[in-house]
């Protein structure tokens, strides 16, 4: 069984601070690592995605990924209140943009 | 219009009821997927399609039925569902079939079964 693992939360960090999401990962083979943003009642929304192991960063977000590890993180830079939503972890198993998504972590940014 | 629209935004359906979700993207994606959202779960991968022809069946019950017309079009035929069927239901599309390809979601359908 291919499994998405992150912790529920909630987070709560305060406005201006770094928040650190994680997630690990089951599949050894897999490639392709997403991050998603999903606000109460919405759709999920993408953020970053990444491929290859080390940091990538865009704009206040920065993705890291450790193969090795089968871990990924997402920092989230000057938190704000914006912000808060339930981020979710998503991994390509297959190869074939088969996404297995983790269940979320909700992050609450308070003023 | 842009990216991947899904209509109704919301349905709620008797248990003997017939219904059909659409979707309908605007990316010129070649892969479409239908995912199920239920509360405190994980987004669960129902179908995908590429280049019209299903590719993934994961385990889904018969009484969702998919159908893909086209690159464009995306519809889940349902049928005698359950209570437990009840769920946010989203359309997602991407370019593919290839590895490192992102995926964009509709804004879902609300489905109440009672």
């Known amino acids: 069984q291919k499994e998405v693992e992150q912790n529920s939360g909630p987070l709560s960090v305060p406005e201006g601070a770094i928040a650190s999401l994680n997630c690990t990962y089951s599949d050894r083979v897999s490639q392709s690592f997403f991050w998603y943003r999903q606000y109460s009642g919405k759709s999920p929304e993408l953020i970053m995605s990444?491929?290859?192991?080390g940091d990538k960063e865009d704009g206040r977000f920065t993705a890291q990924l450790n193969k090795a590890s089968q871990y990924v993180s997402l920092l989230i830079r000057d938190s704000q209140p914006s912000d808060s939503a339930t981020y979710l972890c998503?991994?390509?198993?297959?190869?074939?943009?088969?996404?297995?998504f983790g269940a979320g972590t909700r992050l609450a940014v308070h003023p | 219009e842009t990216g991947v629209t899904q209509t109704p935004r919301h349905l709620v359906m008797g248990m003997t009821n017939k219904k059909s979700l659409k979707c309908e993207q605007h990316?010129?994606?070649?892969?479409m997927y239908w995912y199920k959202q239920s509360a405190k779960k994980p987004l669960e991968l129902m179908f995908v399609?590429?280049?019209?022809?299903?590719?993934e069946n994961n385990s889904v019950p018969s009484r969702f039925s998919p159908e893909c017309p086209n690159s464009s079009h995306l519809f889940l035929h349902l049928h005698t569902l359950q209570p437990e069927d009840s769920a946010l239901y989203l359309c997602a599309s991407s370019e593919a079939p290839a590895m490192n390809t992102e995926a964009f979601f509709g804004q879902g359908t609300r489905l109440t079964v009672v």
């Open positions: 990444i491929y290859s192991n």
């Open positions: 399609y590429n280049f019209k022809e299903q590719t």
């Open positions: 998503a991994v390509d198993s297959g190869g074939y943009n088969k996404l297995i």
């Open positions: 990316l010129g994606h070649n892969a």
